[in-house]
């Protein structure tokens, strides 16, 4: 029977003898000598989703990755003037899934808890919370700038 550790920030998976015998099913893809360096990335000259590229860092595969498939090719043929906007369901489905898969996918408050010394280096970078949409701006000038965050 196969055990899995997961202590600490590495996850240790062991496996018994017989599943160890058992031979792979994982296919290698031939590397063509002839192919265009191009045609390596996240989206092929065909137009279509590269699912091997390593920029997707395996997310393509696994327990969510039909969901994260899905949900991608919504966003990558999406024709709406804010781009994956018709694709709400296919990013729910998507984070379904990986709420119920935390031991793979963590929260970012659960990595927050596991490194309770995070805190202690100060985030330069703004993030969406540090933009305000409401009208907090001069009222004479009604100026945008404002409200985006100053750089110290």
């Given at each position: 029977m196969t055990a899995i550790n997961g202590e600490g920030k590495d996850q240790v998976i062991f496996?018994?003898?017989e599943e160890h015998e058992i031979p792979s099913t994982v296919k290698l893809v031939e590397e063509d000598v002839n192919e265009d360096y191009e045609e390596k990335g996240l989206i092929l000259s065909s137009g279509e989703i590269n699912w091997d590229c390593p920029c997707l860092g395996g997310m393509a595969s696994g327990v969510c990755g039909e969901q994260?498939?899905?949900a991608f090719t919504c966003f990558h043929n999406s024709q709406e003037e804010i781009k994956g906007s018709d694709c709400l369901?296919?990013?729910r489905s998507m984070q379904e899934c990986f709420r119920q898969h935390p031991e793979l996918f963590p929260q970012e408050d659960d990595l927050q808890s596991a490194n309770p010394g995070s805190d202690a280096e100060p985030n330069d970078?703004?993030?969406i919370s540090d933009f305000s949409t409401s009208k907090e701006s001069d009222p004479e000038t009604n100026?945008?700038?404002?409200?985006?965050?100053?750089a110290s």
């Open positions: 496996v018994t003898k994260f498939k899905t369901d296919q990013f970078s703004p993030s100026d945008m700038h404002s409200q985006l965050p100053v």
